[in-house]
């Protein structure tokens, strides 16, 4: 684990303290980036597919990037925020297999740790607009990350540093840990890496199993066995994710995007689309279009 992890790098885009009310109320929230959030004071929610979570005060949470969910508070939530990008020359996250919302009770080098990082990175709320429409685009976005260019090196491995320790605090804990059992082959790690790598490419199951020096068979069912999903599936899987970020982060019109996403057309794309989120390319352009309004 300590090796892989080396190959990660964390590119911040928001830190922030907020205080939320009733307005703070938002379904089907799916966002390219990974958010931490510590509560101070109130209470919220964030549900799930598969639970409602309670937001209190003394906790962090973390919502993996691409992970489905909904934001209630009824009254009053103060809340510290932190929205970053994750990057791995691997191509694999480092929640891959467990991308769900996760609760740990927060200690005091927590607080001081989001105190000193809006310290360090003043002025990264998200301060131009609070319409979707404006922020959440692809140079609106790479504004955001430009600001980590720009700083000294010793506040970006400060920086660093922090979002570590902020990560540190989850993949340390039993939710995490609970679905890690077994230890994924280096043939359907490199499987993976290669999908990741790979989307828009031309890429087969066949392909996959040959590059693996597996029988075809035997190569889905082990891949079935580490994953949980078939190849084909997982693949349709990834290039959704891909697409998705695309449509909430930039004005390229479906055909572009299914050519982007390693789709052969229009039609087929928007057919796995659906399969995969329940949703036509065009209503989730329009329901992300009503929802990307975060602090």
Not at 53 to 74: A, R
Request: aromatic share 14%; net charge positive.
């Amino acid at each position: 684990m300590n090796k892989r992890l080396l190959g990660y790098n964390f590119s911040l885009l928001h830190v922030n303290h907020v205080k939320l009310n009733e307005k703070w109320n938002y379904a089907h929230v799916i966002s390219p980036y990974f958010r931490i959030y510590y509560i101070d004071e109130g209470e919220g929610y964030i549900a799930s597919k598969q639970e409602k979570i309670k937001l209190e005060k003394g906790y962090l949470y973390i919502i993996p990037s691409f992970t489905l969910c909904h934001l209630n508070c009824n009254d009053y939530l103060s809340q510290y925020f932190l929205h970053f990008f994750e990057e791995s020359a691997g191509g694999i996250s480092i929640f891959e297999y467990n991308r769900k919302i996760i609760k740990v009770q927060a200690g005091k080098t927590d607080i001081i740790n989001f105190k000193r990082l809006l310290e360090i990175n003043p002025g990264r709320g998200i301060n131009r607009s609070d319409n979707p429409k404006v922020y959440e685009k692809n140079a609106y976005y790479k504004s955001y990350q430009d600001l980590n260019n720009i700083v000294n090196d010793s506040i970006y491995f400060e920086s660093q540093g922090i979002m570590l320790q902020f990560i540190s605090r989850f993949i340390g804990s039993d939710a995490f840990k609970s679905k890690d059992t077994n230890p994924i082959p280096s043939k359907i790690l490199d499987a993976i890496s290669h999908i990741q790598l790979n989307l828009k490419k031309n890429i087969t199951v066949g392909q996959l199993a040959t590059r693996a020096n597996l029988q075809h068979d035997y190569f889905s069912r082990l891949f079935l066995q580490f994953t949980g999903e078939r190849p084909l599936a997982y693949l349709h899987s990834k290039r959704i994710e891909r697409a998705q970020y695309l449509i909430a982060a930039t004005n390229l019109p479906f055909n572009e995007i299914a050519i982007e996403t390693g789709f052969e057309n229009v039609h087929y794309f928007s057919k796995i689309f659906k399969k995969v989120t329940s949703l036509t390319p065009g209503e989730y352009k329009k329901q992300n279009a009503l929802i990307y309004s975060i602090q």
